[in-house]
């Protein structure tokens, strides 16, 4: 790493310090205290460092301490920390790890090993603070084209005067934008848009569903469907593209995808009026609720039953349902039939049991527009014919 790299050494060994001091001064910008509360005083006063160097048995305030308090601190938690300890203890290097530390380096200190390991924490320090920065330029920038969108669908909307090709528009910049950063193709909009027209035709042959789902409903939502995942576009590209298994915090943050839609969409009803942009209520409400569960074990609200509006519910049938279908790098295209077992599996947990039932009453008309709608690569037709009920 360069020369403006910091590096705090914090050790009651005055030995220890300046044979650290010697080794990592010639690279990095070195500030060494002797004790955790003069590192924790370094810090509150001003002080700035790229990493942390911690001896663990210092009197006073040992290194866990120090590390406990660095972590729990909005303005440092970020600063990685590398404990110095002579402890050969698993149970010590596993407690120091569960409070937040980096890594250890065992006393007696070898040169190279030190240089290493500060080298390699160092770079993936700066790595982790470039993403950041990229991420939130990212956001500025995703704003502003939405703000710029938005107001280019006012304009056309205002112009022709036709409120219903306002709507197309609004809606197909917004899909625009999604799928050029996600993967998802654009007949899995065309594919789940159908499904929930379908889905909501059928529903409202029942009474209790009659009022809610008239026709005029029912078109908006067919156009609102295809922004369930307009969030996915606040999400960055590392993970958004993985073509892995998403770890823990990666999946947190996906998750926020949910929130992201429900604000830009928000941000479209604000840009264009009340009155016109009342048919994007509709593509809230699934953007924010279609991972929502009937049980209350969803996100991002974990509201259940009847909490969660209609168009999420028939949202959630519709995109699993898709799912299931197509081909993912972390899954095979189940059958046609399968698929439909398996969410009958989940009536009641995580689906509306209504609209499971309705889901049974078109299953064929689902099975047709997915063969309408065909992937080459994502839903193959020998998935879509009747198979067998086994689950993989």
């Given at each position: 790493m360069?020369?403006?790299?910091?590096?705090?050494?914090?050790?009651?060994?005055?030995?220890?310090?300046?044979?650290?001091?010697?080794?990592?001064?010639?690279?990095?910008?070195?500030?060494?205290?002797?004790?955790?509360?003069?590192?924790?005083?370094?810090l509150d006063a001003g002080g700035k460092t790229d990493l942390v160097l911690l001896d663990?048995?210092?009197?006073?305030?040992?290194?866990?301490?120090?590390?406990?308090?660095?972590?729990?601190?909005?303005?440092?938690?970020?600063?990685p920390v590398v404990f110095l300890t002579g402890l050969e203890s698993a149970a010590d290097e596993e407690y120091g790890l569960s409070l937040g530390a980096?890594?250890?380096?065992?006393?007696?200190?070898?040169p190279p090993v030190v240089l290493a390991r500060v080298d390699s924490h160092l770079r993936l320090h700066h790595a982790t603070q470039a993403l950041r920065l990229r991420n939130e330029d990212l956001e500025l920038r995703v704003a502003e084209r939405t703000r710029q969108i938005l107001r280019q669908s006012e304009e056309l909307a205002q112009r022709n005067q036709e409120i219903i090709a306002a709507q197309s528009a609004t809606i197909t910049a917004f899909c625009s934008l999604a799928?050029?950063?996600?993967?998802?193709?654009?007949?899995?909009?065309?594919?789940?848009?159908?499904?929930?027209r379908t889905l909501a035709e059928r529903l409202r042959e029942r009474p209790l569903f009659r009022p809610q789902l008239d026709d005029e409903t029912i078109a908006l939502l067919h156009k609102s469907a295809p922004l369930h995942d307009i969030g996915k576009v606040g999400v960055p590209d590392a993970i958004l593209?993985?073509?892995?298994?998403?770890?823990?915090?990666?999946?947190?943050?996906m998750k926020r995808h949910c929130l992201y839609g429900r604000d830009a969409i928000a941000l479209a009803e604000q840009d264009l009026g009340n009155s016109h942009a009342s048919f994007l209520r509709y593509a809230k409400e699934i953007a924010y609720g279609h991972h929502e569960?009937?049980?209350?074990s969803g996100y991002p609200q974990g509201i259940s039953g009847t909490a969660i509006p209609l168009s999420a519910r028939l949202m959630a049938?519709?995109?699993?349902?898709?799912?299931?279908?197509?081909?993912?790098?972390?899954?095979?295209?189940?059958?046609?039939?399968?698929?439909?077992?398996?969410?009958?599996?989940?009536?009641g947990r995580h689906f509306d049991p209504d609209i499971v039932d309705a889901l049974l009453d078109v299953a064929i008309s689902f099975q047709e527009i997915a063969r309408q709608y065909l992937d080459d690569e994502h839903?193959?037709?020998?998935?879509?014919?009747h198979g067998g009920n086994t689950y993989e």
């Open positions: 360069n020369a403006r790299s910091r590096v705090l050494i914090v050790d009651d060994q005055p030995d220890n310090l300046l044979i650290l001091d010697d080794l990592l001064g010639r690279h990095y910008a070195v500030h060494t205290v002797t004790n955790g509360r003069a590192a924790l005083d370094y663990v048995m210092m009197p006073d305030m040992d290194g866990y301490e120090v590390c406990r308090r660095l972590k729990n601190s909005a303005a440092w938690r970020d600063i980096e890594d250890f380096i065992h006393k007696p200190f070898s799928e050029a950063r996600d993967n998802e193709t654009g007949n899995h909009i065309r594919r789940t848009q159908n499904y929930v593209q993985k073509p892995g298994k998403l770890t823990p915090d990666e999946w947190l943050i569960r009937w049980d209350g049938v519709a995109d699993v349902y898709d799912a299931l279908i197509s081909k993912r790098v972390y899954k095979p295209a189940y059958p046609h039939v399968q698929a439909i077992d398996m969410i009958v599996a989940e009536r839903t193959q037709p020998e998935n879509l014919s």
